[in-house]
């Protein structure tokens, strides 16, 4: 069946989870590892994953035993998450309809947030409201990314062709910058950006699948056939023993919310 994902952010991936879920890569694990050290997250810590999709993100903080709610809009993504939950052997996330600037989430109900591969599809100004409100004084925000790095000669002849696919070039650039916003915000203090590699190993099947699961990829017709024929191209070109490797860097922007102040925080006695 054909895929034509929506316009609005919100629906861009309808019809694309199983794809995504079986063929976007994870995180690595000197990410996780450098943010829960510099966030002090520890087992029992509440997060809040928003644009949590197929859950890829919301199960690995899990796995460290952090309380995880994800937030995600996509119905079919939202269900993909929840279907993965029977195969996790320890806490499990639990995941709720919602939207970046609304989460329906109780103020100060998380110990920090995350958008991970998201936060470009959303409003910033209304968005990090939100966060501000939902995340405790002194917890943080956390945007990552997973950014392929040009420097891989395969990853770069990957890059170019995903590139000449609509409305990627509209999208991609400016997801790279998106988490510059924390710099900048008056809501969050601290800023900073640290960067991590990460690689991908593929077969031709999964980096059709890889290529296929974003939603400016053409999916149908006869641009969806000639795509995946230049991507069969790129493949035989780079492949060794069947497979190649994309190269990511990983990038982790880190801010938090002001702590309350001894003053603020003791009510004045009359």
């Given at each position: 069946m054909?895929v034509?994902?929506?316009?609005?952010?919100?629906?861009?991936?309808?019809?694309l989870a199983e794809i995504?879920?079986?063929?976007?890569?994870?995180?690595?694990v000197?990410?996780?590892?450098?943010?829960?050290?510099?966030?002090n997250l520890?087992p029992?810590?509440?997060?809040?994953?928003v644009g949590?999709g197929?859950?890829?993100?919301?199960?690995?903080f899990?796995?460290r035993?952090?309380s995880?709610i994800?937030?995600e809009?996509n119905?079919d993504m939202?269900?993909?998450a929840?279907?993965?939950?029977?195969?996790?052997?320890g806490p499990k996330?639990?995941y709720r309809?919602?939207?970046?600037?609304?989460?329906g989430?109780?103020?100060?109900k998380?110990?920090?947030?995350?958008?991970?591969?998201?936060?470009?599809w959303?409003e910033?100004?209304?968005?990090?409201?939100?966060?501000h409100?939902?995340?405790?004084?002194?917890?943080w925000?956390?945007?990552?990314?997973?950014e392929?790095?040009p420097?891989?000669?395969f990853?770069a002849?990957y890059g170019?062709?995903i590139r000449?696919?609509?409305e990627a070039?509209?999208?991609e650039?400016p997801?790279?910058r998106?988490?510059?916003?924390?710099?900048t915000?008056?809501?969050f203090?601290?800023?900073e950006?640290?960067?991590?590699?990460?690689?991908?190993?593929?077969?031709?099947?999964?980096?059709?699948g890889?290529a296929?699961s974003a939603?400016?990829a053409?999916?149908?017709?006869?641009?969806a056939?000639?795509?995946?024929a230049?991507?069969?191209?790129?493949f035989?070109?780079?492949e060794?023993?069947g497979?190649?490797?994309?190269?990511?860097e990983t990038?982790v922007?880190?801010?938090?919310?002001?702590?309350?102040?001894?003053?603020?925080?003791?009510?004045?006695?009359?």
């Amino acid at each position: 069946m054909a895929v034509t994902p929506g316009s609005q952010p919100t629906e861009r991936f309808t019809g694309l989870a199983e794809i995504y879920a079986r063929c976007r890569p994870s995180y690595p694990v000197a990410a996780i590892d450098a943010i829960l050290s510099r966030t002090n997250l520890r087992p029992g810590s509440v997060l809040v994953d928003v644009g949590s999709g197929t859950g890829i993100s919301s199960r690995v903080f899990a796995a460290r035993g952090l309380s995880v709610i994800g937030i995600e809009p996509n119905a079919d993504m939202r269900q993909q998450a929840e279907a993965a939950l029977a195969d996790l052997p320890g806490p499990k996330p639990v995941y709720r309809a919602g939207q970046a600037e609304a989460t329906g989430l109780p103020e100060a109900k998380a110990d920090a947030v995350l958008a991970a591969q998201a936060f470009h599809w959303f409003e910033p100004a209304a968005a990090l409201t939100e966060f501000h409100r939902i995340v405790r004084p002194g917890g943080w925000v956390i945007l990552m990314w997973n950014e392929r790095d040009p420097s891989d000669p395969f990853t770069a002849a990957y890059g170019a062709l995903i590139r000449s696919a609509p409305e990627a070039a509209a999208i991609e650039v400016p997801r790279g910058r998106a988490g510059e916003v924390l710099f900048t915000s008056p809501l969050f203090e601290g800023a900073e950006r640290q960067v991590f590699v990460n690689s991908q190993e593929l077969d031709l099947d999964a980096l059709l699948g890889r290529a296929f699961s974003a939603s400016y990829a053409p999916h149908s017709g006869e641009a969806a056939q000639l795509f995946a024929a230049a991507l069969q191209e790129v493949f035989e070109c780079f492949e060794r023993n069947g497979r190649v490797v994309l190269h990511y860097e990983t990038s982790v922007y880190l801010a938090h919310r002001p702590a309350l102040t001894s003053a603020a925080a003791t009510p004045t006695a009359l």
